[in-house]
């Protein structure tokens, strides 16, 4: 008799030991799994019994309901007020297209046999079998692009550092998942962590790398914990080292949000202070140590195993225009059902803020979507119809990054979020360059005076001013896109930016 009590942070922060403890004390006779979450985080924690039928899902549970639901004969799949029925069958998980995410939720994360017994590592028996050059395009073929934000094509990066001359070359992962309402990076390394080593060997025989690093945000101690066992794990087994050619570490980062940005995480790794480094030349030549380095995403490499698994083709067919596959979108911030949805680049904002997200948590009217983390801009109501697609979110003036969506209702203060924009950039700042150190700590000042409605129309001009100039003169994406928040909030909320208002 086995039931599954997820050990993700978004359960554990809900009760999950608590739950799973009782579970145990109770029916010390069933097997209790530890699995990552399924991402319905509105029902953590979401426990699940395996019957006849199918995986059936409780929830949300707490430990002082484990008695009752024993009563009742969960364990046996009956009914109860907390029963959801099958898990695959509930309408937020089954309306999606699970490819990164297939076994997330599903699998014992450590279970290096559970992992293959659900398709894990075909991906990477093909690719062995394959030419550096045919990996690297199989993964052209994908149409897959860098899920951290930027959305650049990863077979491309990849076929310039197979292509770049050094006798050393390196993989690098990209962990440090600060942008406010996402988690899907998290839920990889806590839920599915073999996909991301998996992912990480191919890229190390597609570029010709023998070492692989993942550099983790600080605030993630159990995707860290998690994610170096099974590293462990994989060393044992002889996925991983001398033998299988690929050396992997895991790196805890500081807490500095700029190390997020590809040149400050390769300074932080060598040890230095993450600061930006000017580009060119571009990591794929002169990265880690000097080298040819690979930089991706957690989600990037994540996806490489079933797209050498299933083909580059297979996995093209999702998905609309140049946003190729699939994106895993974050929902969060004033939201009844916030989670994880996995879907084909395509779906409508609005689509996934109602379909899914099932509108506002407080009931009152929906006012801004910010979109792409902190550096995202605001949509309007008028924008939701804009579909998830890279291209589609650049003509609008916005950035689809890695996917979070953070929804407000109409109590929001569009002008104090612009200003916070300007303020998360002050603190942020690497400090190397004027555009981004002075000029959203000016920018601060001007939005207080614009507020103030002292020389209002002046001082808006000033704005405007500003924020092209840490567009067009700042070194990296974090003074470069701080104005896309601030510029949406005044083109779209003028109101807001009114002493009166």
Same mark, same amino acid.
């Given at each position: 008799?086995?039931?599954?009590?997820?050990?993700d942070?978004s359960?554990?922060?809900?009760?999950?030991?608590?739950?799973?403890?009782a579970?145990?004390k109770?029916?010390?006779?069933?097997?209790?799994?530890?699995?990552?979450?399924?991402?319905?985080?509105?029902?953590?924690?979401?426990?699940?019994?395996?019957?006849?039928?199918?995986?059936?899902?409780?929830?949300?549970?707490?430990?002082?309901?484990?008695?009752?639901? =024993?009563? /009742? *004969?969960?364990?046996? &799949?009956?009914?109860?007020?907390?029963?959801?029925?099958?898990? !695959?069958?509930?309408?937020? +998980?089954?309306?999606?297209?699970?490819?990164?995410?297939?076994?997330?939720?599903?699998?014992?994360?450590?279970?290096?046999?559970?992992?293959?017994?659900h398709?894990?590592?075909?991906?990477?028996?093909?690719?062995?079998?394959?030419t550096?050059?045919?990996?690297?395009?199989?993964?052209?073929?994908?149409?897959?692009?860098?899920?951290?934000?930027?959305g650049?094509?990863?077979?491309?990066?990849?076929?310039?550092?197979l292509?770049?001359?050094?006798?050393?070359?390196?993989?690098?992962?990209?962990?440090?998942e600060?942008?406010?309402?996402?988690?899907?990076?998290?839920?990889?390394?806590?839920?599915?962590?073999?996909?991301?080593?998996?992912g990480? =060997?191919? /890229? *190390?025989?597609?570029? &010709?790398?023998?070492?692989?690093?993942?550099?983790?945000r600080? !605030?993630?101690?159990?995707? +860290?914990?998690?994610?170096?066992?099974?590293?462990?794990?994989?060393?044992?087994?002889?996925?991983?080292?001398?033998?299988?050619?690929?050396?992997?570490?895991?790196r805890?980062?500081?807490?500095?949000?700029?190390?997020?940005?590809?040149?400050?995480?390769?300074?932080?790794?060598?040890?230095?202070?993450?600061?930006?480094?000017?580009?060119?030349?571009?990591?794929?030549?002169?990265?880690?140590?000097?080298?040819?380095?690979?930089?991706?995403n957690?989600?990037?490499?994540?996806?490489?195993?079933?797209?050498?698994?299933?083909?580059?083709?297979?996995?093209?067919?999702?998905?609309?225009?140049?946003?190729?596959?699939?994106?895993?979108?974050?929902?969060?911030?004033?939201?009844?059902?916030? &989670?994880?949805?996995?879907?084909?680049?395509?779906?409508t904002?609005?689509?996934?803020?109602?379909?899914?997200?099932?509108?506002?948590?407080?009931?009152?009217?929906?006012?801004?979507?910010?979109?792409?983390?902190?550096?995202?801009?605001?949509?309007?109501?008028?924008?939701?119809?804009?579909p998830?697609?890279?291209?589609?979110?650049?003509e609008?003036?916005?950035?689809?990054?890695?996917?979070?969506i953070?929804?407000?209702d109409?109590?929001?203060?569009?002008?104090?979020?612009?200003?916070?924009?300007?303020?998360?950039?002050?603190?942020?700042?690497?400090?190397?360059?004027?555009?981004?150190?002075?000029?959203?700590?000016?920018?601060?000042?001007?939005?207080?005076?614009?507020?103030?409605?002292?020389?209002?129309?002046?001082?808006?001009?000033?704005l405007?001013?500003?924020?092209?100039?840490?567009?067009?003169?700042?070194?990296?994406?974090?003074?470069?896109?701080?104005?896309?928040p601030v510029?949406?909030?005044?083109?779209?909320?003028?109101?807001?930016?009114?002493?009166?208002?």
């Amino acid at each position: 008799m086995r039931v599954f009590v997820p050990g993700d942070s978004s359960a554990l922060s809900m009760g999950a030991d608590a739950v799973a403890r009782a579970i145990a004390k109770a029916r010390p006779d069933v097997t209790l799994i530890r699995n990552g979450s399924r991402g319905m985080f509105w029902l953590e924690p979401l426990v699940e019994v395996e019957t006849a039928k199918g995986r059936v899902a409780y929830g949300p549970v707490t430990a002082d309901a484990v008695p009752g639901l =024993i009563h /009742a *004969g969960f364990l046996e &799949g009956k009914p109860h007020a907390l029963c959801l029925g099958l898990t !695959e069958e509930i309408p937020y +998980f089954r309306q999606q297209e699970r490819l990164t995410f297939a076994r997330c939720g599903v699998t014992d994360p450590l279970s290096l046999a559970d992992y293959i017994a659900h398709g894990g590592f075909r991906g990477l028996e093909r690719a062995r079998e394959m030419t550096a050059e045919a990996i690297v395009e199989e993964v052209v073929t994908s149409g897959l692009r860098g899920r951290g934000g930027a959305g650049f094509p990863t077979g491309i990066k990849w076929r310039t550092v197979l292509k770049a001359a050094g006798e050393r070359k390196y993989i690098v992962c990209n962990a440090d998942e600060g942008d406010s309402g996402t988690f899907a990076d998290r839920m990889i390394m806590e839920g599915d962590p073999f996909v991301l080593i998996e992912g990480m =060997i191919i /890229a *190390g025989l597609a570029v &010709g790398a023998t070492q692989g690093y993942i550099y983790c945000r600080s !605030e993630y101690p159990h995707a +860290f914990k998690a994610t170096q066992r099974a590293i462990t794990i994989a060393y044992e087994k002889n996925y991983l080292g001398e033998r299988a050619g690929f050396d992997l570490e895991i790196r805890m980062g500081a807490g500095a949000y700029i190390c997020g940005e590809e040149t400050s995480l390769l300074e932080s790794l060598e040890g230095k202070r993450g600061q930006i480094r000017p580009k060119p030349p571009l990591p794929a030549i002169e990265g880690l140590f000097g080298k040819p380095t690979a930089v991706n995403n957690v989600i990037s490499l994540a996806t490489v195993p079933i797209i050498l698994d299933k083909g580059g083709a297979f996995y093209r067919d999702f998905g609309m225009g140049k946003s190729r596959g699939t994106l895993t979108i974050q929902i969060a911030g004033n939201v009844k059902h916030g &989670g994880l949805v996995e879907k084909a680049f395509g779906l409508t904002l609005r689509e996934a803020i109602y379909a899914f997200g099932g509108g506002t948590a407080s009931g009152r009217p929906l006012r801004a979507v910010q979109v792409g983390g902190p550096l995202g801009a605001y949509f309007p109501e008028s924008l939701l119809d804009t579909p998830l697609d890279y291209e589609a979110f650049t003509e609008k003036k916005g950035l689809l990054g890695h996917g979070g969506i953070v929804v407000f209702d109409d109590t929001v203060d569009l002008a104090q979020q612009a200003r916070f924009a300007m303020e998360f950039c002050a603190i942020e700042s690497c400090g190397k360059c004027t555009p981004c150190r002075v000029g959203s700590t000016r920018g601060v000042e001007v939005i207080d005076r614009i507020v103030a409605n002292q020389d209002r129309e002046k001082n808006l001009q000033v704005l405007d001013d500003l924020c092209e100039v840490m567009l067009d003169g700042s070194l990296c994406a974090l003074g470069g896109l701080t104005p896309y928040p601030v510029l949406s909030a005044v083109r779209h909320f003028p109101e807001d930016f009114h002493a009166s208002h």
